[in-house]
């Protein structure tokens, strides 16, 4: 099978941002997945492969039926991914994580289904904006995709219940970003639970919205 020069530069940026993550603590062992949408299909990280030992040769790689073109058996996630993107048609990448603040964010009661962390940054509601609970399912089960699609086609990031977080964007890094920053603010939200928080205003927000245009 002939590869393309941008699937190939697409894999090799798969390979490198797997690694920082896990190298950085945000992918332990096999956790998480990365994927990125192609002309002909899309790349996604192998099932049981760590994000800091990836192949590039060996990621899989779909057509949008899910049928398995080349490479190794794809993540069990798969079907969270391609829901996204039949949903997304702006979403050129998707990460998926197990990292550990937003983990744990993920599985407090009481949380707002529709927007599971406050607006406690400005660079939050411009890369995340609001942040719907997705309810549990098992890992592998099918019907988190449906519970996925309604709320994938109005945000761009989603925090799936006693699981983690599930980003979506124009862009590899643009998705990696982004979680980066969802994780970074569930770390503040975390060590803020006991003390009294000053969060955005809706006066301000709207203003991060009319200058930044954040996503969903």
Same mark, same amino acid.
């Given at each position: ?9 697409? +894999? ?18 096999? /956790? ?30 779909? *057509? ?23 949903? +997304?048609?702006?979403? *050129? =990448? ?11 964010? /993920? ?7 529709? *927007? ?13 904006? +609001? ?6 399912? +098992? ?12 709320? =994938? ?64």
């Amino acid at each position: 099978m002939t590869i393309s020069a941008n699937e190939q530069l697409l +894999r090799g940026h798969i390979v490198e941002h797997g690694r920082s993550l896990f190298d950085r603590g945000l992918a332990a062992g096999s /956790s998480g997945n990365i994927s990125v949408r192609l002309q002909d299909g899309w790349l996604l990280t192998p099932t049981d492969s760590c994000l800091g030992q990836l192949d590039p040769a060996r990621l899989s790689k779909l *057509n949008w039926e899910g049928k398995l073109l080349s490479g190794d058996a794809p993540s069990k996630e798969a079907f969270l991914h391609r829901a996204i993107y039949e949903e +997304r048609a702006d979403a *050129n =990448a998707i990460v998926h994580l197990h990292a550990t603040y937003s983990a744990a964010v /993920s599985c407090m009661a009481g949380l707002d289904p529709e *927007n599971c962390m406050p607006p406690l940054t400005a660079y939050f509601v411009m890369k995340v904006g +609001r942040l719907p609970l997705v309810p549990y399912h +098992r890992p592998g089960d099918v019907a988190l995709a449906d519970a996925i699609r309604a709320l =994938a086609r109005t945000h761009s990031a989603l925090l799936l219940a006693n699981h983690g977080p599930i980003v979506s964007a124009a862009t590899l890094e643009a998705a990696i970003y982004t979680i980066e920053e969802l994780e970074e603010t569930a770390k503040l939200f975390l060590l803020l639970r006991d003390a009294p928080v000053r969060t955005l205003t809706d006066a301000q927000i709207a203003e991060l919205q009319s200058v930044f245009a954040p996503k969903h």
